[in-house]
């Protein structure tokens, strides 16, 4: 009897026992996205037959998204398309689960910590100013002293982006780089906005480095849930009532139509004061023109992406410049993450396959 077969638009760790045991199971076949044209073309003759997709975050965002055209010519017998990541942007769930077709994803167990760690990283940085030294300790300056000196002495100018070094001739000890202050995070709020697991485990990340932690979420957590956090929470309905309070604000919610530019040029322009941010959420919920012009005025003393508005391209004024770090959304891209993203997803299919429930359905 033959294999059912599996496409994949992404490939597992090909020494994942569990991988192995699944090919064994099944007929693996990996595949390329190029055109609409292609896949739909594809499905109705050299790949009508799959019975499930195997897909990572992007999927078919490429495309245009799992959605219309491409969902309406999907094959006959496809039955689910487990996606390997938290999100699962660009997919139709309620139209696929009009047409019968399960979505599963893998929720965030997994990301939660290196997600964490991504965002522990960014907020030494913005404090510290960091990124003012690695930028030009780069071996043109092979002095670590002057360069303290230099950097102290120093003017940044947040229009352009650029840092000026000054002339070294005073004794620097370090306390500011270019004019901006190096102090420790400590005492000073962050708003976590999207308090899942992974808001909650930043919270603790945080926490951890005497940062005083709010959050904004939809619905308050019960007392019992605050208590259970073992660190003390502020709740904020929304961004704007915490606009008092915010010395850094992380991003950590869904992308969709209602928190698209959540942050805009209002909400930046209505914080009390010059904050620093840092998204491991969803590009989208940050209207990134709007965050280059906070940055340029100087009321956006750092940012710290790992998504972006129109992923995978970002918009060309954040680069350079020594008071934002980007990182190529690899907030949960650890080994241990990957492979357990892939355990999941593939359990997904084997359950759906076999007649069972999936173990983590979306739709």
């Known amino acids: 009897m033959s294999k059912k077969k599996v496409l994949f638009l992404a490939e597992p760790n090909q020494d994942l026992p569990e991988y192995r045991h699944f090919q064994h199971l099944y007929e693996c076949i990996p595949y390329q996205l190029t055109t609409s044209e292609k896949l739909i073309e594809d499905f109705k003759t050299s790949l009508k037959d799959i019975e499930a997709i195997y897909a990572a975050w992007l999927g078919f965002i490429p495309l245009g998204g799992f959605a219309n055209e491409i969902l309406a010519n999907s094959p006959p017998n496809l039955k689910i398309i487990s996606v390997c990541s938290v999100g ?54 092979n002095n670590s002293m ?35 202050p190096n102090i420790s995070p400590a005492g000073h709020t962050v708003v976590i906005v999207g308090f899942g697991r992974i808001g909650q485990t930043i919270g603790s990340r945080l926490h951890g480095i005497g940062m005083k932690i709010a959050y904004v979420k939809r619905t308050k957590l019960t007392t019992v849930h605050e208590q259970q956090l073992r660190y003390p929470v502020t709740y904020y309905k929304t961004l704007a009532d915490a606009k008092d309070v915010a010395d850094l604000v992380v991003i950590a919610c869904p992308g969709t139509a209602e928190t698209k530019h959540l942050v805009n040029a209002n909400v930046i322009n209505a914080i009390s004061k010059p904050f620093r941010i840092i998204n491991v959420g969803r590009g989208t919920v940050i209207d990134e023109q709007a965050l280059v012009d906070g940055l340029k005025s100087g009321k956006v003393l750092f940012a710290g992406l790992d998504v972006f508005e129109s992923e995978p391209k ?9 008071d934002v770090v980007l990182t190529p959304h690899i907030g949960a891209s650890t080994m241990e993450n990957f492979d357990h993203t892939a355990e999941v997803s593939l359990k997904n299919i084997d359950h759906v396959l076999s007649g069972k429930e999936p173990l983590t359905r979306v739709n």
């Open 314 to 322: 970002v918009h060309p004024e954040l680069f350079g410049r020594p």
């Open 88 to 141: 699962y942007d660009g997919f139709d769930e309620t139209a696929m689960a009009e047409k019968g077709l399960i979505l599963t994803n893998v929720p965030s167990s997994g990301a939660a910590e290196p997600v964490a760690d991504l965002v522990l990283f960014n907020a030494l940085q913005a404090f510290r100013n960091f990124g003012f030294c690695t930028q030009i300790f780069n071996g043109e300056l």
């Open 146 to 180: 002057y360069i303290r000196r230099r950097l102290q002495d120093g003017e940044f100018d947040t229009s352009s982006g650029k840092l000026q070094l000054g002339n070294g001739s005073t004794h620097a000890f370090g306390q500011s780089s270019a004019g901006r």
